[in-house]
């Protein structure tokens, strides 16, 4: 896989994040200061480097699948002013033609995050979603499309101008692509119960949208969100992590929902617990799937998997749903198995979380084939869903290494 001419077209939600170093260190039986300690009117903090890095889907699972060895475009909106400089700077820094695909305007202002993490204390986010905010279907240069063979967009609740309306702007940009003969993908983010963006009618948004989608990848707590906000409510209060709760009923339940609203396959990202793939039961669907059509159709017909985990070092978990994303649309582009692309889609999020940022710990294709076919051990799940023989698998991915 060179970087040649962009297969992929990643689009969507991007920001700036700046998180100031706080100095020092809690030793054990330190007690952690409270936060109104620290953050006192008038008063100086000293603090060390600021850290900057991108952050958002573009970014994320842009530069993801970039590190993997994949020729990809990138499509975010942002603002002539310091702050878009310095996500263009971010995206030269990962190759020099990564910023040749951004949207640049001087209407609003780009989007950023502060990102306040003192030692001991949850962090703190302050953000802006900036020109996010105003990303339509009319900012998407279609000619830059030519040549690709799938298109993914990602956030479409952190912009506005997707879910207003109902959704039109969001249903519009990906009828014009899919339209261009390209695969479709989408990504979601859980919106804020008290923003206009958490008040929306998802159910109608995603009706209209995912008539234009083949490959729908939200996570499993957002899609509950939207789909079922009673049932949400019931198990946040529960207290325990959500994606532990799931059970194969619900997760069935979600997935043909969505999929009777159009998508061709969900794969519902469950945190720890991995990741859950639907697909449709009607071949003509999967034969319609655009330029990524699988050529053996048959084997993504009526199919329902879960992937577990792999055990790794958690150091964080940054981007580690983009970077799942990543390598399932890796694999998939490649024309791998539903096996394949769901072991290849946990395996490239467990190198996320080896790691505290949300790219350095991905590496290439070729270390990540390497890594699967040395035997790599899988976490215990409380998820009960038909899986696969993982042996089989790890002789699949033994026999494409020795292949080269």
């Not at 076919?373 to 002789?395: I, N």
């Amino acid at each position: 896989m060179g970087q040649g001419v962009p297969e992929i077209v990643v689009a969507g939600h991007i920001c700036l994040d700046m998180i100031p170093t706080f100095r020092g260190t809690l030793r054990a039986g330190d007690e952690a200061p409270a936060l109104g300690e620290l953050l006192v009117p008038g008063k100086l903090i000293d603090v060390g480097p600021l850290t900057t890095s991108t952050g958002g889907p573009v970014s994320n699972t842009g530069l993801a699948l970039r590190r993997l060895g994949f020729p990809v475009r990138l499509m975010g909106k942002i603002s002539d002013d310091v702050v878009g400089h310095a996500i263009l700077d971010v995206l030269r820094q990962h190759g020099p033609d990564l910023a040749d695909g951004m949207i640049v305007t001087k209407e609003s202002h780009s989007s950023y995050t502060v990102v306040i993490s003192p030692p001991g204390v949850d962090r703190i986010f302050l953000h802006s979603p900036g020109a996010n905010d105003t990303f339509g279907a009319d900012d998407v240069d279609y000619s830059k499309l030519e040549g690709a063979r799938l298109f993914h967009f990602g956030y479409p609740p952190l912009m506005r101008r997707m879910f207003a309306d109902g959704g039109d702007e969001l249903a519009s940009l990906l009828r014009q692509v899919k339209e261009r003969g390209l695969t479709t993908s989408l990504d979601m983010a859980r919106p804020d119960p008290a923003s206009d963006a958490g008040k929306a009618d998802w159910r109608a948004i995603l009706g209209k949208a995912l008539l234009h989608v083949d490959v729908f990848l939200p996570s499993f707590d957002e899609t509950l969100y939207m789909l079922n906000r009673k049932r949400f409510d019931e198990m946040e209060r529960g207290g325990d992590d959500l994606n532990a709760q799931a059970d194969a009923a619900l997760l069935r339940a979600l997935a043909d929902e969505l999929i009777g609203m159009g998508a061709a396959m969900v794969g519902l990202k469950l945190g720890s617990q991995g990741m859950y793939l639907r697909t449709t039961s009607d071949p003509g669907r999967i034969g319609d799937m655009g330029a990524c059509t699988p050529k053996q159709r048959d084997a993504w017909v009526g199919r329902e998997l879960l992937a577990q985990c792999f055990a790794v070092t958690v150091v964080g978990t940054t981007g580690s749903g983009d970077a799942t994303i990543a390598g399932f649309l890796g694999a998939f582009i490649n024309g791998l198995s539903p096996e394949e692309a769901m072991t290849a889609a946990v395996a490239v999020g467990a190198c996320n979380v080896e790691a505290p940022d949300a790219l350095s710990g991905i590496p290439a294709w070729s270390v990540v084939q390497q890594r699967l076919a040395a035997g790599w051990e899988r976490r215990s799940v409380t998820v009960g869903l038909p899986g696969w023989r993982w042996d089989e698998v790890k002789k699949i991915w033994r026999s494409r290494t020795d292949e080269g």
